[in-house]
């Protein structure tokens, strides 16, 4: 299985180093490319640095997740992930920012995140939609509306409590782990209601 992963400008870039992560912990070919707004959060949120067109994959996934993950620039629109004709199983963005699901909601790409999504749409891949914003305003509803009658799943970072977190690594694990089911990817990172 072979996933496109985008990190787009919203808080919770967590959820998007775990998820790639999980991923390829669970065997699954990634290519990940991220929103030239992670040199402002990353540092925010996760401390250290982080160039998106040249990242430090070792700091940010650990060195032995960052060697199996293929990394393209957010600037490199004529990269393989671009493409329609180049196989790919899903397009993830996580986390997703509402001005990233306004421009694709309305097609217009600016870089290569936003290209995945478009071609995702136009080729039926399976395309999932992570935001992080509340509240949402009339603007961002619409455009999730839009997005999901066009074929996307929008997934919000919203973690249940029913497994009874207790860490904030239980929290982020339960985005994951609905992202992954949604993906097919056979992973148990949560206590599942039974
Ligand atoms: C520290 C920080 C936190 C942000 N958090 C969010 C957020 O949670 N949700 C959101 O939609 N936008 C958030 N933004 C705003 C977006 O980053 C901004 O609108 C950006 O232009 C989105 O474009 P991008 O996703 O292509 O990077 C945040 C920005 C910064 C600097």
């Not at 040249?54 to 960052?66: I, T």
């Not at 995702?120 to 009339?138: C, F, N, Y």
Request: glycine share 10%; proline share 6%; hydrophobic share 45%.
């Amino acid at each position: 299985m072979r996933i496109a992963v985008g990190i787009s400008g919203a808080s919770g870039t967590v959820y998007g180093q775990r998820l790639v992560q999980r991923l390829v912990e669970a065997g699954v070919e990634v290519v990940l490319t991220a929103s030239p707004t992670l040199a402002q959060l990353v540092p925010a949120e996760l401390g250290g640095t982080f160039d998106p067109l040249a990242p430090d994959l070792d700091a940010f996934l650990g060195a032995d997740v960052a060697a199996r993950v293929s990394y393209r620039r957010p600037d490199d629109v004529g990269a393989d992930v671009a493409s329609g004709s180049f196989r790919l199983d899903g397009v993830v963005i996580c986390p997703a920012s509402t001005g990233f699901l306004g421009r694709v909601s309305v097609g217009a790409s600016t870089n290569l995140l936003e290209r995945m999504c478009e071609v995702a749409l136009k080729e039926g891949r399976k395309l999932i939609l992570v935001p992080r914003e509340t509240p949402l305003s009339e603007i961002a509803l619409n455009a999730m509306l839009v997005l999901a009658r066009a074929g996307a799943v929008i997934l919000p970072a919203s973690p249940g409590f029913y497994h009874r977190p207790a860490s904030i690594d239980d929290l982020v694990d339960f985005v994951v782990q609905k992202i992954l089911d949604r993906l097919g990817v056979d992973v148990d990172l949560v206590r599942r209601w039974s």
